[in-house]
């Protein structure tokens, strides 16, 4: 969106991204509700660490497996067509999981979920980078970011109290009429581009194009040192807010189900100021890689923290939980930076790879941690010891620093040289 657009194309351009970002809410609710609900559908089901963690990387696996496939679909039809089918996908999933009798039923809706939640990202960056000019990405996806968030606040303490209320299955009726209403939204409201942007008048690739498109993004030089962070760096930080923080409060800390959860609510708190304080820093500093670096390395000390100090206060967990959510807001501008290394007509499958790759990475580490903490014999009363979270925290810091590692020898790619290249391109 050019300063020259008039007023009502700017309006326009922000209700879509604000009708994406609400439909953006039910995603983050279901993939973080069982860091809350977890030790309950442990208790309910009669399962262990190993299942849990198997159940919830399993909405990962789903969403890293349609990536690719959305890629292609959004650069042949759209995000409007595509977004509003795969929520219908995310709608049955979400439904699938609340009527489920046991763990097999909860694990497919869990994957059905996943997959159809996940177009809603690229779904957004894609509409953002076709509606905004270059140098507003990363904060507009950062916004968006910060309102699907409201989904994380919603799976904290509200769904806590709504669990003891009604339970967890009524509370999941609820939010699966509302993805049903956001599918609704997204149909009626966004549009694929503004008048005169050359995707609306372009010629559609056939498949063989398609997949040539995607070897082009598959063979760019840079992607390789980018993926290396974006599979771990929000793996790591969403194992902890999205599946084992809630437990870790609960069974080392001695929280409740409701102190546990105004903890991870304070955390995404944080993270949505994170989201608002870190996006903009890519304009304010001309760089992303140097950001993405330095907040990574500060999520690998505080786990650190947790990792070599025993029996630390409370007040040392709650700090590091919270800290942590700040510093997720760092893995929007590993995006950022591997969104500038495509051009326009790969912009779908280019964004598509490099969610796979966070998607793919947040399904592994789950699914691992599970495996990590599950090694550790139970204490008497079922509980994981402390032992069993401090391996788990330790081997998330290694992870980081060998993709900060690798990452560091990407080139980065600065707001500057895309704006001077997008003005000379306009002359």
């Given at each position: ?71 292609f679909l959004f650069d042949r039809y759209g995000p409007r067509r595509t977004v509003t089918g795969m929520l219908g996908v995310a709608v049955l999933g979400a439904a699938l ?331």
């Open positions: 969106m050019s300063p020259g657009m008039s007023r009502g194309i700017r309006r326009q351009a922000v209700i879509i991204v604000a009708t994406l970002a609400t439909a953006y809410v039910a995603s983050h609710f279901f993939r973080a509700a069982n860091v809350t609900i977890g030790l309950d559908l442990m208790r309910d089901l009669g399962i262990g660490p190993e299942a849990l963690g198997a159940l919830t990387g399993a909405f990962f696996f789903g969403f890293s497996a349609m990536q690719i496939p959305c890629g999981f609340t009527l489920a009798p046991g763990w097999p039923q909860l694990l497919a809706g869990r994957a059905l979920m996943g997959a159809g939640f996940g177009v809603m990202l690229i779904g957004s960056m894609v509409v953002i980078s076709r509606w905004f000019p270059p140098d507003r990405f990363a904060t507009l996806a950062g916004i968006v970011l910060s309102v699907g968030l409201l989904g994380n606040l919603l799976a904290t303490t509200p769904l806590a109290w709504g669990t003891e209320m009604i339970g967890w299955r009524g509370v999941f009726g609820l939010m699966v009429a509302f993805t049903a209403l956001a599918a609704l939204g997204v149909w009626v409201i966004v549009r694929d581009a503004p008048p005169g942007h050359p995707f609306l008048a372009r010629t559609p690739e056939t498949a063989a194009e398609m997949i040539q498109g995607l070897g082009e993004v598959l063979k760019n030089p840079q992607i390789k040192f980018i993926i290396a962070l974006n599979f771990c760096n929000y793996a790591c930080t969403f194992t902890v807010q999205g599946l084992w923080g809630g437990p870790f409060l609960r069974e080392v800390h001695g929280l409740t189900r409701v102190e546990s959860g105004n903890v991870l609510l304070v955390a995404v708190i944080a993270y949505q100021i994170g989201m608002l304080t870190i996006s903009p820093l890519d304009r304010v500093f001309d760089t992303r890689k140097r950001i993405a670096i330095t907040g990574t390395l500060l999520i690998a000390a505080i786990l650190a923290t947790l990792a070599f100090w025993a029996k630390a206060p409370l007040w040392v967990a709650v700090g590091a939980i919270v800290g942590i959510g700040f510093l997720s807001a760092s893995s929007t501008m590993v995006m950022t930076h591997g969104r500038g290394i495509f051009p326009d007509r790969l912009i779908g499958r280019g964004i598509a790879a490099m969610n796979t790759s966070v998607m793919l990475g947040v399904a592994c580490m789950q699914t691992l941690s599970g495996v990590i903490v599950g090694a550790f014999t139970p204490l008497p009363d079922g509980a994981r010891s402390e032992d069993a979270y401090r391996t788990l925290f330790g081997f998330m810091v290694v992870v980081l620093l060998i993709a900060v590692t690798v990452y560091g020898r990407s080139r980065d790619i600065r707001p500057s040289d895309e704006l001077r290249a997008r003005q000379a391109a306009l002359k």
